[in-house]
């Protein structure tokens, strides 16, 4: 046996490399065959799956189903493709059998490329129709009036906190739903036409310019900053202006053309934007989920500690808290929290309840799947 071992083994070590390398591309291709018989048949399953939905009347996106899927998936994953490789794949998958139920379609705060348009295509992928707005109170606005199913919103990034226009969309559209959350690393770029030397002016989201703003500084010291409404945009001025630069991602490089003179610029390499997902309706129950609220309180000495003492008292994890001025005469707050947990979990029903008897108002934002971070 070890000799035959021993011939086989030599006869192979006797290929040449072109050989081998098309032997190996033959059985890729035959895997790839395979691979698409059996994404095809899923396909199938799915849309049968989507008939019974339309008969019951239930919706299309399911976040809970399709976090149970993926997360399966990811565990039994052994390699040599990463978690977030395979994640990727199945996003698509998941989209384009989606969109054999029904094509759902996203708002998201524009333009194309932009860091909301990317965190669409992280929670939703590619199979949808993506309705470009030019505000936060408008993709609100677009699903308030049915026009789009969902929408995506940035909610906080990890350098200047809170969304400001995003908290007070909540508190005049209450009835707005989060059904999903995007946690999207973010990696900022220089993009130009030109040399480093040549730069003299540099555009970009206020937001991305303060991200980066060491690095600027120290690499770019003669440049002028230039705020401008999205990142995207100011890829497009570069195409424009040849002395220009634009602070962006990777794929706006791609989509205009533009050379990518340094990547990764951001002072902080913990740099990340958390992204709402809202539309209509409540979401169930996955096992790993977080729950937003939005409440106010009396405005007396102790009242929010008495409120946020309920969450310690049910042993309930606070994963986020802001503060925003209530539209009075009073000098008043509205209070933002998550916390872990689902709204059909039996303390979460207690803690809940009882903070809506010691609150002046409490309103319920939703229950959704916690998301786990992802490269943009």
Known sequence: MSRKSDNGSSKASNKSPDVLLTELRVQIEKLDDQILDIINERAKVAAQIGKIKLEQGTEVFVPAREEEVITRLVGRNKGPLSETTIRAIYREIISGSRAL???????????????????????FGQSIEFAQVASISAVFEEVARRHVDYGV?????????????????????PQIKICGEVR???HHNLLANCTQPEIRRVYSKPQALAQCRNWLSKNLPNASLHPVNSTADAARLVQMEPTCAAVASRQAAVRYGIKILFADIEDHPNNETRFAVIGPQDVAKTGHDKTAIMFKVAHSPGSLVDALMLFKQNK????????FPARSEKQEYIFFVDFEGHTDDRKVKTTLNALQAQCESMTILGSF?????AED
């Open 101 to 123: 139920q029904k094509v759902i379609k996203v708002a998201f705060l524009g333009p194309e490329y932009s860091f909301s348009h990317l965190a669409a295509i992280e929670r």
């Open 153 to 173: 919103v940035p909610l906080e990034n990890s350098t200047d906190g809170r969304i400001t226009d995003t908290l007070e969309m909540f508190t005049r559209m």
């Open 184 to 186: 999207l690393r973010i």
């Open 316 to 323: 309930i994890n606070l994963t986020w808290i802001e503060s």
């Open 369 to 373: 799947p916690a998301a786990t971070l």
